[in-house]
């Protein structure tokens, strides 16, 4: 299979997005477990909850890179694949700073749907 028989557009874009979702999640526990526990017991909680979300987006984000991975090695398969792109980048807004700082949300919601909708080339 060349290149050309891969959703290329797609990949590039989710895997982008999977590596903000990453740099999202990895600030947010950072901030979470680091700064919140410096202020003191007041913030323990809130502290625990920001690192909780932020290892969330860790997760989503190596999901989306998974599944952008797999959509370039496996592209007869591209529904399943953009299907959790799009899942798991959309979800990330809970979970990474605002989704990989709003670049990683949108550029995955356009890579899951690139891949979703993207037609193999016919046979000639």
């Known amino acids: ?11 590039i874009l989710s895997l982008v997005a999977g590596v903000f979702i ?9 901030f979470g477990y680091g ?3 410096m202020m003191g017991r007041g913030f323990g ?7 909780m979300m932020g290892f969330l987006g860790l ?3 190596v999901i989306v890179i998974i599944s952008a991975l797999m959509l370039n090695s496996k592209p007869q398969e591209h529904t399943t694949w953009g299907t959790l792109i799009l899942i798991f980048s959309v979800i990330s807004i809970f979970g990474s700073a605002m989704g990989g700082f709003g670049i990683g949300l949108i550029l995955g919601i356009i890579g899951g749907i690139l891949a979703i909708t993207w037609k ?5």
Do not use: H, Q, V, Y
Request: glycine share 18%.
């Open 35 to 37: 700064f919140m526990g």
């Open 45 to 51: 909680m809130m502290g625990f909850a920001f690192g």
């Open 1 to 11: 299979m060349t290149n050309d028989e891969r959703p290329t557009a797609a990949f």
């Open 22 to 30: 990453i740099l999202g999640g990895g600030m947010m526990s950072l």
């Open 120 to 124: 193999p080339p016919e046979k000639k």
């Open 59 to 61: 997760i989503f984000g």
